[in-house]
């Protein structure tokens, strides 16, 4: 959100906030010191997120678009999320998610649920054959730091490593 893509300004970012209020977003973004001028927050829409989306990347390219989340995203768009193995329905929520990214040109982040039981993937295949890559993010156990965030992967063939740790420190997330 700071930093170098295009020399002192940084990488422009559309953030669908859906689930969160526009202060609590702005707050984050403000202690993360990302520059307010390359960030369009998208903020409790009512629907249409996808048209949204389209039309702030219409008027001006980004580098990125996050969703967050892929549920509330789904939900807005059809009036109620796909069952968990409804790869049909959610086909239709991630293909014009993929369709989005290559017509904009544009890397697109959805975050979505874990299952509680076991902090892993859930939901359809369609979810995940839609994406290049799936991150895990596990939280810390009872006696690790709790600023520690467990991160597994897996993605197309040959682009995903060993799984690893972030934790915040005073100056932000550290690897």
Do not use: C
Not at 76 to 91: F, Q
Request: hydrophobic content about 40%; glycine content about 10%.
């Amino acid at each position: 959100l700071n930093g170098q893509t295009r020399g002192d300004q940084g990488g422009r970012v559309v953030w669908a906030g859906l689930e969160e209020a526009l202060s609590d977003a702005v707050r984050r973004f403000k202690e993360l010191g990302a520059e307010p001028g390359n960030i369009d927050l998208i903020t409790n829409p009512d629907s249409d997120v996808l048209q949204k989306i389209r039309e702030r990347l219409s008027e001006q390219p980004a580098d990125l678009v996050v969703i967050d989340s892929l549920l509330e995203f789904a939900r807005l768009e059809l009036g109620e999320a796909p069952k968990s193995g409804d790869d049909s329905g959610w086909a239709t929520v991630m293909r014009p998610l993929v369709r989005l990214s290559r017509d904009f040109n544009v890397a697109v982040v959805i975050l979505h649920h874990t299952r509680k039981a076991d902090n892993h993937y859930r939901g359809s295949t369609e979810i995940a054959a839609a994406v290049d890559a799936l991150l895990e993010l596990s939280m810390p156990g009872k006696a690790e730091d709790p600023n520690l965030r467990h991160i597994s992967g897996r993605g197309r063939a040959g682009m995903w490593g060993e799984p690893f740790e972030v934790a915040l420190g005073d100056d932000g997330y550290e690897i």
